[in-house]
Every structure is written in C-alpha cells, then in structure tokens.
C-alpha cells in the first residue's frame, strides 16, 4: 500500500493549544453522554413503565453501536479525511440527545442511544488528527490527554447526572449531552484543519464492514442480555455460535479483498495484537467497577449491614476522584512514555488498577476506602489508556491510525460489555434472603466482584512483557520518535 503524504514543515502545524480543546471536548462530550444514564437506569424503568430487564437496552444498543460504528468511522476518516467524519461522529451524538429530549417513547429512547453511540468514533479520529496536527514533540502528550480525558468524562458524568437529578428530571441528563456535543461540533468547525493525511488508494470494503457489525452485533447482544436469558440458554449460545461463525467469514473477508476495512497483517502485529488484549482487560476493569462501586454505595446499610444509603448524587461523587486520577495520569503519562516508552505506564496502570481491586475487597467500611481506591484506579486506568495509542501508533503507519486505534476502542467496549455482564452475574448470584422484594447481593458477592476485576487488571499488566520489540512504523517524510523508538528498549 503506498503511503499517504505527510506535512513537512513542522512550523506549519498548529499548536496544541489551538487543536487539543476542541478534541479533548469532543471525548468528554461522548464519554459523559455514554455513562451518565448507568445510575439512573431504575428510575427509567419506572419513568417510562417498562421492565428493569428491558431497559438495560438503553445501555446495550449504545455499546453495540459504538462497538460497530467506531471502527468504520475510523476507517472512513483514514480514507477521507479525519475532520469531515469525526463532525459526522458528532452530528450522531447531537441528534441522538436532541431526539431523547424531544421523546417520552422508550422505543424512540433506545434509537437515540444508538445514535448517540456514533460519538465512539471520537477516540480514534482525534488520536489520528493529534497524530497528523500537532507537532512531533507535542504528540504523546496530546494523545495522553484525549485517551485519559475518556475515563474523566465517565467520572464526570456519573457526578453530573446526580447533580442534574436533583434540580430536574432525567431529560436534565440529555440536555447536557445535547450542549456538551453542540459545543464540541462548534470548536471542531472552528478550530481543527482539515488534515493532510487521506489513504487515497484505498478502498471501502461493505462486506468486512457488513461482517464486522454482524459478529459484534452478535457477541455484544449474547453478553448483554446472558445474565437475563441464561447463559446456557438457547438464545444465548446461538447468539454466541452466530458471533464466531460471522467472525470466521469477517476473517476470510478481510484476508482476500484488496483492501480491507481492518488489515489484519496489522491487527497481528504484536505491540498491536498484546496491546488490544490489554485494553479488552482494561474495559473489563472499568465498565465493571464503576458498576460495582456505585451499587456498593447505594446499599441500604440498615438492612445489609454494609454499604452506605448513598443517593445517586452522593454515589457518583465517590466516583468523581477515578475523574481526577485519570486527569492527572495524562501528563504522567506522557512524561513516562517520552522518557521509557509505553510499556512502563501500560503496566503501571494494570497494577495500580489491580491494588484499587484489592483494597476495596479487604477494606470497604469507611467512606474514605471508596474515595482512595477510586483515585487509585483512575490513576492506573489514565495511564493505561495514554500508553495504549502509543504501543499502536508507535507500529502502524500513519494512513491506518484511525482503524488501528478504533479496534482498540471498539476491544475496550466489548471488554466493558463483558465486565458488566460478569460483574451482573457474580452479584445475583449471591443475594441476602430480606422481607422485602428485592434481591440485593451479599458482602460476600461483592468482594467477589472486586477481586476478579483486580484479577483481569492484574493480567493487563503482564500482557505488555509479551511484545519483545516495536519497530515504528513512518512514511518517507516521518521519522519515528525517540519515544516510540525505545518502546521495549
């Protein structure tokens, strides 16, 4: 494949400070908007008079559709240009707010949340545009705070949507999905070029996209609902024996077509290949505490002898300080990245993901065990996601960063789906016998919880040491960069 043009004069680009706002609103935009209705899923049940398995579809169609939506968009921004796709990416979170707040219908609900999951294509388009934009010595530092802003943006939202509840009602939530994404379209238009880097050669490949949306579509829904139909029910096992057969044809696809949608001589690259796996662990991680820390919170302690009565509100602000870790991992991470390559911090973050685990499954009585464990975790979750870009960038040229980086959040996604489902599991499992018609889940089930998600950071420490070498891959005009040169040095 011949390799796109890339800009030369290094004085040419814009400055950080000019493009970087405009990107790192544009995450916080989709991130809060992707988790700010997780707490508040009851009482939309309740508000829209449907059942409390049903409605967890508001959380289902939007993973799914970002799973399915973020690498295509990704990839069309390779090919087209990453500035046009990623205001496309926007428009789908702006229209899906707007339509939740002009709706009462849960079934038009759940198709505002499907087009809301258009802004998981933002993850991967601002990645390529800091790649493409700014100056060299200004890119690892750049990508750090996009890919750490998404775990500020999910802290973020579970605080604002507490706030919003108690002043207005849950339209309150998608008001501000709606203003965060105009906001974010409205900086885009004024302050990101139009980027240089366009893969002219390539071409659309609608059979791999078609497969690809099939396979996720199937493994994501299998997931999600498992836990409600039975994980050895019919249903479910179909789902699954569908998800790895369409896999198995999306494979043959993307191996014969002149140019795939994902090439998966790249996909097998192993600082790509280890480098995914890690953020499938990582999804796992997250998604699934912050699952399992906000319902710990909101256990009634008279009946339980655990927990804190904690309201929605109070909740997410025991969640605000994973915000803050992961706000101040950003520049760590970059500061580690430049000086000792990716792997330090992409280690660093597993395990420190992993003690935050650990410490809540040992101490969980006082308020300050929740604050502390959260700040731990957001730490390590920042770090994680600053170095992720880095290992993949540092090995894919230029033309393929959008895709490249868009399987790796689509990986993170399916890794959430899955820690959620697990997470869901493991707490209904166990649950107290009460005279009350609610089953709430044992001391017991809950330090269940957090070891295995500290068992799944743990691992994503360890993956990193599996990728021996990186060789930076550069266009004839890009020399690598010293960062990325000494990767596992």
């Given at each position: ?157 579970l605080v604002a949507t507490g706030l919003l509840l108690e002043h207005w009602d849950y339209k309150s939530i998608f008001w501000m ?47 999600s609902r498992g836990n409600e139909w039975g994980w050895g029910s019919t249903r479910t096992l179909g789902l699954f024996a569908v ?54 919170a909101q256990t009634p302690e008279k009946l339980t002898h655990y927990g804190f009565t904690a309201t929605v509100l109070h909740a ?174």
């Amino acid at each position: 494949m011949s390799e796109a043009p890339q800009p030369t004069a290094a004085a040419a680009k814009p400055t950080s400070a000019k493009v970087l706002p405009a990107l790192i609103l544009a995450m916080l935009a989709y991130s809060v908007v992707q988790t700010a209705v997780v707490p508040i899923l009851p009482s939309l049940a309740a508000e829209l008079k449907v059942s409390g398995s049903d409605i967890t579809w508001l959380m289902t169609a939007n993973l799914l559709s970002a799973a399915v939506l973020t690498p295509l968009l990704g990839r069309f921004g390779d090919l087209r240009g990453r500035k046009p796709v990623l205001l496309i990416s926007l428009a789908g979170l702006v229209l899906g707010s707007g339509l939740a707040v002009c709706t009462h219908s849960f079934g038009l609900l759940v198709v505002a949340r499907v087009l809301q999951g258009a802004g998981g294509g933002v993850l991967p388009l601002a990645i390529a545009i800091v790649r493409d934009e700014l100056p060299k010595q200004k890119v690892t530092a750049g990508v750090a705070a996009i890919s750490a802003s998404m775990g500020v943006g999910s802290g973020l939202g579970l605080v604002a949507t507490g706030l919003l509840l108690e002043h207005w009602d849950y339209k309150s939530i998608f008001w501000m999905g709606l203003i965060f994404g105009l906001a974010a379209v409205a900086l885009v238009i004024l302050r990101v070029p139009s980027d240089p880097v366009v893969d002219k050669n390539g071409g659309a490949d609608p059979l791999g996209a078609l497969t690809l949306a099939g396979w996720l579509s199937a493994l994501l829904i299998a997931v999600s609902r498992g836990n409600e139909w039975g994980w050895g029910s019919t249903r479910t096992l179909g789902l699954f024996a569908v998800a790895a057969v369409v896999a198995l044809l999306w494979l043959l696809v993307e191996a014969k077509v002149a140019h795939p949608l994902v090439d998966l001589k790249m996909m097998a690259r192993p600082a790509v290949a280890f480098t995914n796996i890690s953020g499938l662990l990582i999804g796992f991680g997250m998604y699934g505490s912050f699952m399992v820390i906000s319902n710990f919170a909101q256990t009634p302690e008279k009946l339980t002898h655990y927990g804190f009565t904690a309201t929605v509100l109070h909740a997410g602000i025991m969640l605000l300080p994973s915000a803050i870790g992961s706000m101040v991992a950003a520049p760590v991470g970059a500061l580690l990245i430049a000086r000792r390559g990716p792997r330090l911090p992409l280690v660093l973050g597993g395990l420190l993901g992993a003690v935050a685990m650990a410490y809540l499954a040992l101490r969980h009585d006082a308020e300050f065990d929740i604050y502390f464990s959260s700040a731990v975790f957001g730490l390590g979750v920042g770090l994680a996601y600053a170095a992720m870009p880095a290992y993949i960038n540092g090995a894919v040229p230029a033309e393929q960063s959008g895709i490249a980086n868009g399987m790796n959040a689509v990986l993170r996604t399916v890794g959430g789906a899955i820690g959620t489902a697990v997470m869901a599991a493991i707490l209904t499992g166990n649950t107290l016998k009460l005279p009350i018609p609610v089953h709430l889940p044992t001391l017991n089930a809950y330090q269940n919880a957090f070891w295995v998600a500290g068992a799944m950071c743990l691992v994503a420490a360890v993956v990193p040491f599996a990728i021996r070498a990186t060789e930076p891959i550069s266009t004839p005009t890009e020399q690598p960069t010293p960062a990325l040169a000494k990767t596992d040095a």
